[in-house]
């Protein structure tokens, strides 16, 4: 059987996402000409994992395309997204992301970004604990931030096909975002729930996503 082109799978997804529901083409070890075809189709927001590949793409691609960095961000290799990406979407401590604001205030730039949350059950993913990232808050800890925005939360569920499992694990999730949201009424635009891959982005939708990450299913499988 033929695959279908990367222009025609975007175009389909874009049309198939409820209103409200943004899509991240996750590009990470993909060419950029596979990105190119999924730009001709109307995609603008791409996600990478890496900074290398990020910063490399975004240098070879045009300047309209909106960079997501969605993998795990080590301290010395922040410098260079700052002012280059549209969201930091892995924050997963304090120390990142009073870094982050940091250099972006001496860059003269705000930094979006989400907090990453850790519910599912493997241990190796990054992430604060709910009770980590409440805590952040109650504290009211953002408010020594001058230069980023938090925009909302960002998370994965489990790697199984118990999908009662990972309903648990996004409406974990998206209850976070709703918890904080309603304990910091200084908070604005604390809104972006981003959850849900190739996989399980229809659970997640179900769920309360407002920002799905689609790599496999519209680029085929990573090499
Ligand atoms: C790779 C990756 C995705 C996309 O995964 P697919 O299963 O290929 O859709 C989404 N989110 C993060 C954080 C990733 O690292």
């Given at each position: 059987m033929?695959?279908?082109s990367i222009?025609?799978?975007v175009?389909?997804?874009?049309?198939?996402?409820?209103?409200g529901v943004?899509l991240?083409?996750?590009?990470?070890?993909h060419?950029?000409?596979?990105i190119?075809e999924a730009?001709?189709?109307?995609?603008?927001?791409?996600?990478e994992?890496r900074?290398q590949?990020?910063?490399?793409?975004?240098?070879?691609l045009?300047?309209?395309i909106?960079?997501?960095?969605?993998?795990?961000l080590?301290t010395?290799k922040?410098?260079?997204?700052?002012g280059?990406?549209?969201?930091?979407?892995?924050v997963d401590?304090?120390?990142?992301l009073?870094?982050?604001?940091?250099?972006?205030?001496?860059h003269g730039?705000?930094?979006?970004v989400?907090m990453q949350?850790h519910?599912?059950?493997?241990?190796?993913k990054?992430?604060f604990?709910?009770?980590?990232?409440?805590d952040?808050?109650?504290r009211r800890a953002?408010r020594?931030l001058?230069a980023?925005?938090?925009?909302?939360v960002m998370?994965m569920?489990?790697?199984?096909?118990?999908?009662?499992?990972?309903?648990?694990?996004?409406?974990?999730?998206?209850?976070l975002?709703?918890?904080?949201?309603?304990?910091?009424?200084d908070?604005c635009g604390?809104?972006?729930v981003?959850?849900?891959?190739?996989?399980?982005?229809?659970?997640?939708?179900?769920c309360?996503?407002?920002?799905?990450?689609i790599?496999?299913a519209i680029f085929?499988?990573?090499?």
């Amino acid at each position: 059987m033929m695959r279908h082109s990367i222009a025609d799978t975007v175009a389909a997804l874009r049309a198939s996402l409820p209103e409200g529901v943004g899509l991240v083409a996750v590009s990470k070890f993909h060419p950029a000409e596979a990105i190119e075809e999924a730009y001709s189709a109307g995609q603008r927001i791409f996600g990478e994992s890496r900074v290398q590949e990020l910063v490399a793409k975004a240098d070879a691609l045009p300047a309209d395309i909106q960079w997501h960095m969605i993998g795990h961000l080590q301290t010395n290799k922040v410098k260079p997204l700052i002012g280059r990406v549209a969201l930091i979407e892995s924050v997963d401590s304090e120390r990142l992301l009073e870094l982050i604001d940091r250099l972006s205030d001496e860059h003269g730039v705000v930094t979006r970004v989400l907090m990453q949350v850790h519910v599912a059950a493997e241990e190796t993913k990054f992430g604060f604990t709910p009770d980590e990232l409440i805590d952040y808050f109650a504290r009211r800890a953002y408010r020594n931030l001058r230069a980023t925005h938090i925009c909302g939360v960002m998370g994965m569920a489990t790697n199984t096909d118990d999908m009662t499992r990972v309903r648990a694990d996004f409406e974990a999730i998206a209850g976070l975002r709703r918890r904080i949201a309603a304990m910091c009424d200084d908070l604005c635009g604390f809104d972006t729930v981003s959850m849900g891959m190739s996989d399980d982005y229809l659970t997640a939708i179900e769920c309360g996503s407002t920002l799905v990450r689609i790599g496999s299913a519209i680029f085929g499988e990573r090499i």
